[in-house]
């Protein structure tokens, strides 16, 4: 039989998409239900293309794809026997079998990296990897903003999280809040996680499988001009008050009478508003390395960043390159890490390349003659509900004067230093995850 280019493709799209497809709830099914899935997309493909022609698909052309597509359904089989470390091991063997862009090794490099979290990140790892399949793409990545729709509104996809929408409202005009959610939808404890300036909703997909882990529906929003939500058609109106006015209507919404908050950066100012508001439903707060006063230089040097950022990128790598720059404060991320933050940074622009996710509008408030020191310490004194408050190190946003203040007045929060990074920790790594998740616990 002739092996033709588009066969290969064919196969790594079909092989790719089924794995993703199959969702896990528990460390051994996780692995168990991967092989079952790995299984049936071999005797599909062998029924339908023929031997032959998978084993040269799935080894790239190198004639050793069809043992070591066996071998790898075996490995995973016998991971699902054991537990993460297992699953550890078991992705440096499928990173070994597998030759260079072939859908295993994206595979094991990402099981490899996250293996030590939760199994529903590793989920989502999973989605973005068969995704990538599913699009067409076999030797590089997609921006996952281009397969949402077909793969994760799907019908048949048992997702680790759930897609929603509601609807704000600016200047006689409505706008769609889009966010994700985590967890039962039934669950009694609701915890909202809202993003910095630049950033979308999918920055929590560490901490928010985590949380949902321990019993809580997780809710994270794309703030109003971000990711998946609307934009205003007046820019003069991104701010804190539209901010605040959107995250009220959600909380609504849910259909909860309160929650718990969690916000990186302008994030958590926007908390801080909704805490401070009589009659408030926020039950707890987290604020990740925010507070009531905003020196002036790193406001703009924020402003800055947004203001000159590039309307587009010719490539994924390009605009990694840049994000790894203007954010390297998040502190030491891993390359899986880097990646997803970018991923989910970006959208196609139509022309070939990828263009920032947000608004250009929201940038208005940071132009020349805009800003200034900001004082919130009436807010701030408002607040009566418990505060948990982390700092990056050596953050120039939240002074270490400021955070110590913020211990001694209002709320009285419980501060937490986080060592190694600035503005803002990323909350991706595991001993930042135990923080937030520890302190939600402990206050219940």
């Given at each position: 039989m002739t092996v033709t280019k588009e066969a290969p493709e064919k196969a790594h799209r079909a092989l790719g998409g089924r794995l993703a497809l199959q969702q896990l709830r528990a460390t051994r099914s996780a692995y168990r239900r991967i092989a079952e899935a790995a299984e049936g997309a071999v005797q599909m493909l062998e029924s339908s293309m023929g031997r032959s022609e998978i084993g040269h698909a799935a080894s790239g052309g190198t004639g050793r794809g069809w043992s070591s597509l066996r071998g790898i359904t075996q490995q995973v089989m016998i991971a699902s026997d054991t537990n993460l470390k297992a699953g550890f091991d078991c992705a440096e063997r499928l990173l070994q079998a597998s030759g260079p862009g072939e859908f295993f090794a994206i595979q094991a490099a990402y099981l490899r990296e996250q293996s030590k979290r939760s199994t529903r990140q590793i989920i989502d790892l999973h989605h973005a990897a068969g995704g990538a399949m599913l699009g067409g793409e076999t030797r590089s990545w997609v921006s996952p903003w281009t397969r949402a729709t077909s793969l994760?509104?799907?019908?048949?996809?048992?997702?680790?999280?759930?897609?929603?929408?509601?609807?704000?409202?600016?200047?006689?005009?409505?706008?769609?809040?889009?966010?994700?959610?985590?967890?039962?939808?039934?669950?009694?404890?609701?915890?909202?996680?809202?993003?910095?300036?630049?950033?979308?909703?999918?920055?929590?997909?560490?901490?928010?499988?985590?949380?949902?882990?321990?019993?809580?529906r997780v809710v994270c929003p794309d703030i109003v001009g971000r990711g998946h939500s609307g934009w205003l058609k007046d820019p003069e109106a991104y701010g804190l008050p539209q901010y605040a006015s959107d995250m009220a209507l959600l909380i609504a919404h849910l259909g909860v009478e309160q929650v718990d908050w969690v916000g990186t950066s302008m994030g958590g100012m926007i908390g801080m508003a909704l805490a401070a508001a009589e009659g408030t439903p926020i039950r707890r707060l987290v604020v990740n390395d925010i507070g009531p006063f905003l020196p002036h230089a790193p406001v703009r040097a924020i402003g800055n960043n947004l203001l000159e950022a590039p309307a587009r990128y010719a490539s994924l790598e390009e605009a990694e390159a840049r994000l790894r720059r203007i954010h390297a404060p998040f502190g030491p991320l891993t390359e899986a890490q880097w990646r997803h933050l970018t991923e989910h940074s970006i959208v196609p622009d139509g022309s070939g390349g990828f263009r920032p996710h947000y608004d250009p509008g929201i940038g208005n408030a940071f132009r020349p003659g805009r800003v200034y020191d900001v004082s919130l310490w009436e807010t701030w004194d408002a607040i009566t509900c418990p505060v948990l408050l982390l700092r990056g190190e050596t953050s120039e946003l939240l002074l270490a004067e400021t955070a110590a203040e913020m211990t001694c007045r209002g709320p009285r929060a419980r501060l937490v230093t986080i060592p190694g990074c600035g503005h803002a920790p990323a909350l991706l790594d595991e001993d930042q995850i135990r923080i937030v998740t520890d302190w939600l616990g402990s206050t219940r």
């Open positions: 994760e509104e799907s019908p048949a996809v048992d997702r680790p999280f759930r897609r929603r929408r509601t609807r704000g409202l600016s200047q006689g005009r409505f706008h769609e809040i889009a966010y994700v959610e985590w967890g039962e939808p039934d669950a009694s404890e609701v915890v909202v996680c809202v993003h910095g300036l630049t950033r979308q909703g999918r920055d929590f997909d560490a901490l928010a499988p985590a949380l949902a882990a321990r019993g809580y």
